[in-house]
């Protein structure tokens, strides 16, 4: 017995360094060679394909049902020293080798490791803890109002695990402007990129990077320094960049008191109204303002605010515009309503 146990670590410890092709091989070898010698034997009660392939799993796992066993005493000898003690050791091998293959999957989505398959997701580049966690839950609040859904990727450079990983996926990079590392974030495919990294310097060479990669997506950065915001949108014209405005609403609220709390309320979609979106299609009609002011809060409860329109390079939002001005399809109009307006009759707002 002894002898045995050490057959059976030395396997062990030999098959757990090969590659799933040598385990394959090893199991087929496992099954001809007790095959074999079972038919030495003449046990051939065990040797139909169906019968022998489901009597070995059992025996050679010690399930050991006993529906069906060998009947020689050279069988039984060929089982008990042979059948089971190696259809064991294999049979562990293989299983712990499916386990590590699924752990190790998961920790490499843990740690953001993993190679990414993802369209029209949005993507989050930078890592400022607490804020960012921040960011991630309102994003996911928001995506249960849109009908697409998109899928919400985090990629950071810190040593982090994924902060919400029932909920979104997790890239870790050794650099922003990568091509090799930026690929498993599906940089090209994003629809929207939000870039805020705790340096600016950072977020420029990013928001830089991002702008030649992706075309086509919405991508949006946010900075510390105001004056960095003119510098990036002379080079790239399509990103639309965020400054801090904390100092800019501590004045305004100390004139005007409730304004930061009114802001608040319409950047949350935690509770109250909020501000948000919607683009006319191409195939509507141009309307005028007056009927989209009346008409979404007559048929909405919605209260129109203002455009902005594709046009406009860099982008800028024209805010309480006159009644009489003209909205053409592809504007972008924000307004304020308790919840996202998911689909508009444009013909109830032109007639």
């Known amino acids: 017995m002894l002898v045995l146990t050490k057959v059976r670590k030395i396997l062990t410890r030999y098959f757990s360094e090969m590659r799933w092709n040598t385990i394959v091989l090893a199991l087929l070898f496992y099954?001809?060679?007790?095959?074999?010698?079972?038919?030495?034997?003449?046990?051939?009660?065990?040797?139909?394909?169906?019968?022998?392939?489901?009597?070995?799993?059992?025996?050679?796992?010690?399930v050991g049902y006993g529906d069906m066993s060998p009947t020689t005493e050279a069988g039984k000898y060929i089982v008990a020293f042979y059948v089971i003690p190696l259809g064991l050791s294999i049979f562990a091998l293989v299983i712990g080798r499916i386990a590590s293959w699924v752990s190790l999957q998961w920790h490499k989505g843990a740690k953001g490791l993993k190679s990414l398959n993802l369209e029209n997701h949005v993507l989050v580049i930078g890592w400022n803890g607490q804020r960012t966690i921040q960011l991630l839950n309102l994003l996911l609040k928001e995506r249960e109002e849109t009908s697409e859904?998109?899928?919400?990727?985090?990629?950071?450079?810190?040593?982090?695990?994924?902060?919400?990983?029932?909920?979104?996926?997790?890239?870790?990079?050794?650099?922003?402007?990568?091509?090799?590392?930026?690929?498993?974030?599906?940089?090209?495919?994003?629809?929207?990129?939000?870039?805020?990294?705790?340096?600016?310097?950072?977020?420029?060479?990013?928001?830089?990077?991002?702008?030649?990669r992706n075309k086509s997506g919405h991508l949006v950065a946010y900075f510390k320094d105001e004056s960095l915001v003119d510098l990036l949108q002379t080079h790239c014209p399509n990103i639309e960049c965020t400054p801090s405005v904390a100092v800019e609403m501590l004045a305004k609220s100390a004139f005007d008191p409730g304004s930061s709390l009114l802001q608040y309320d319409l950047l949350t979609v935690q509770d109250g109204q909020a501000q948000y979106s919607i683009e006319i299609p191409d195939k509507s009609q141009d309307v005028k303002v007056e009927n989209v002011f009346l008409g979404l809060k007559k048929h909405y409860d919605a209260t129109f605010i203002g455009f902005v329109s594709p046009t406009s390079i860099p982008a800028s939002v024209e805010l309480n515009p006159k009644m009489d001005s003209v909205l053409q399809p592809g504007d972008k109009l924000f307004y304020i309503a308790s919840k996202r307006i998911s689909k508009i009759n444009w013909d109830s707002l032109i007639n």
């Open 31 to 62: 099954g001809i060679s007790s095959w074999g010698l079972l038919s030495l034997a003449g046990e051939q009660d065990l040797l139909a394909s169906s019968d022998f392939i489901y009597w070995l799993v059992v025996t050679g796992s010690t």
């Open 149 to 212: 859904r998109p899928e919400i990727v985090l990629c950071v450079k810190a040593d982090i695990e994924n902060p919400l990983p029932d909920q979104i996926e997790f890239v870790k990079v050794s650099s922003f402007n990568n091509d090799e590392d930026m690929d498993r974030a599906c940089v090209e495919n994003a629809s929207v990129i939000i870039m805020d990294n705790q340096e600016d310097d950072m977020t420029m060479t990013t928001a830089l990077y991002c702008s030649k």
